[in-house]
């Protein structure tokens, strides 16, 4: 299901938007390993125009690792510390295109010349495709997939020149020890060019998950992408977020008419939908966010990835301190800048409920019609979702052995009992949680890559 298992570890990722490579492997020893993750998603490694914007990561220059968030040696030292600590790493690999035409020519953030139709010993002219005008119509897929993405130099994926740099450049992280891809901008590139990439690679068995906004009523879909990979499944995310703002009662239906569970990746919001205004949830609606990441963790649906970003009022602003060439390192006690969701005692223990409960259904559903919903993952765990403005207190039926718990999702790991008959009573708080699992005494070992 998503990403390979992790024995002992399940398979969670979690994205880590704009850290950078050293504060990612300080937090992989610290606290991503310990806390159960498998995988950590970061921003794109490759050298890209110089700014103090975000999306300066998106606009490539070259395939040398030297960018805003560090050096070829920083990100290998990453990779291996954070392999050490259980965790792999997912690079977001940016190929439908180099930079903008508007942006015109430059200096990169290692030091590479370039300018539009030019990057040298790379691209020339004729790696990019006939169209030079930008996409305005996604009803037209030959536009969405051969045009200008926000006037981005669209790559000619179909030659055989392009695919073959673009798989030196994956081929190259494979060897540093990478995990698996998160492919940017999948809708812009036609499926079978991806199959074309993806089979010169050295391991073309690796986990790729496409971005792929699936829109009704476009022609182009994320399950065009599952020859190659996973794909994002939007579609989850805008759901999540309406039934937290109105009633979670009926939530199951978050996953009517989605891709199959084992192909879909699934996230509360990722980097553009926390900024754009509409569609997702984001860290700003608080508490509630934090349950649509309890809902998804302990839900069995997806692929998860738990988002990890910094705060904003700007949808262009980069990290706070940000210099044409370099992103501050990412620090948790700086909170007026870090969101670090991904420390939240709630986010910690759902992580380890639902390594715990893998492998099992949903069962005992239980929902009171408006916004207190309980369901059990079969003999392993049982969950408690409050979306109301009131204190809950119910008895509760469960499938789990007579016993004493501790619920992970309380920062004071308050205990309960069930009872011989499967039953314990509780109070959740307003916008609260409660979890229980059957959580394995000794952490799983295992690292991303290892025979499961
Ligand atoms: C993606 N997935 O398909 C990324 O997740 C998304 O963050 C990227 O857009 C986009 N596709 C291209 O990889 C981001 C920003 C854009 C930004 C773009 C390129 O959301 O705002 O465009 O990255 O840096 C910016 C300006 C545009 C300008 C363009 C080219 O906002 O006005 O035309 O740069 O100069
Ligand atoms: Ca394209």
Not at 126 to 133: A, E, I, K, T, V
Not at 137 to 143: E, I, L, S
Not at 184 to 204: F, V
Not at 219 to 234: A, R, T
């Amino acid at each position: 299901l998503g990403a390979p298992e992790v024995p002992g570890r399940g398979s969670t990722a979690l994205n880590l938007f704009q850290w950078t490579w050293s504060s990612v492997a300080a937090e992989c020893t610290s606290t991503i390993g310990p806390a159960g993750f498998a995988y950590v998603q970061v921003s794109p490694p490759q050298e890209h125009i110089q700014g103090t914007a975000w999306w300066t990561s998106y606009q490539p220059v070259s395939y040398r690792l030297e960018s805003k968030l560090g050096t070829r040696a920083e990100f290998k030292n990453m990779v291996d510390t954070c392999r050490a600590a259980g965790v792999g790493i997912i690079a977001d690999a940016v190929i439908n295109h180099m930079t903008g035409a508007d942006a015109g020519s430059g200096t990169g953030t290692g030091g590479s010349t370039f300018g539009v139709d030019n990057f040298p010993g790379i691209y020339d002219a004729s790696s990019f495709n006939d169209c030079r005008s930008n996409i305005s119509n996604y009803g037209d897929r030959y536009q969405v997939q051969n045009c200008r993405l926000v006037s981005l130099q669209d790559l000619r994926t179909g030659s055989n020149a392009v695919r073959d740099r673009i798989a030196a450049y994956l081929n190259d992280l494979l060897s540093l020890g990478v995990a698996g891809f998160r492919m940017d901008a999948s809708k812009h590139i036609p499926a079978a060019d991806l199959e074309a990439i993806k089979s010169r690679l050295s391991n073309p068995n690796v986990f790729w998950v496409h971005e792929v906004i699936g829109s009704a009523g476009e022609p182009i879909q994320p399950s065009e992408y599952l020859g190659s990979g996973d794909s994002h499944e939007f579609q989850y995310a805008r759901n999540l977020k309406s039934y937290m703002d109105g009633s979670i009662a009926g939530i199951r239906g978050i996953t009517n008419g989605l891709l199959p569970s084992d192909r879909a990746g699934v996230f509360v919001d990722n980097h553009d939908t926390e900024r754009d205004g509409h569609g997702t949830m984001n860290y700003q609606w608080g508490q509630k966010y934090i349950l649509g990441n309890v809902f998804m963790l302990a839900y069995p649906y997806g692929w998860p990835t738990v988002y990890s970003g910094y705060k904003f009022t700007d949808r262009d602003a980069g990290v706070p301190g940000s210099t044409a060439t370099r992103v501050p390192d990412a620090s948790c006690s700086n909170t007026a800048v870090w969101t670090c969701m991904h420390r939240k005692p709630e986010i910690q223990g759902m992580v380890k409920f639902r390594n715990a409960v893998s492998g099992t259904s949903v069962t005992s559903w239980w929902d009171d019609g408006n916004n207190h919903i309980a369901f059990g993952r079969g003999d392993k765990g049982y969950v408690v979702i409050n979306n109301g403005a009131n204190a809950v207190t119910r008895t509760y039926q469960t499938s789990l052995p007579a016993g004493e718990y501790t619920d992970l999702v309380s920062a004071t790991g308050t205990r309960y009992t069930v009872d011989s008959s499967g039953r314990f009573t509780a109070t959740v708080p307003q916008y609260g949680a409660l979890a229980l699992a059957v959580v394995a005494s000794t952490p799983g070992g295992g690292e991303p890559g290892d025979p499961g």
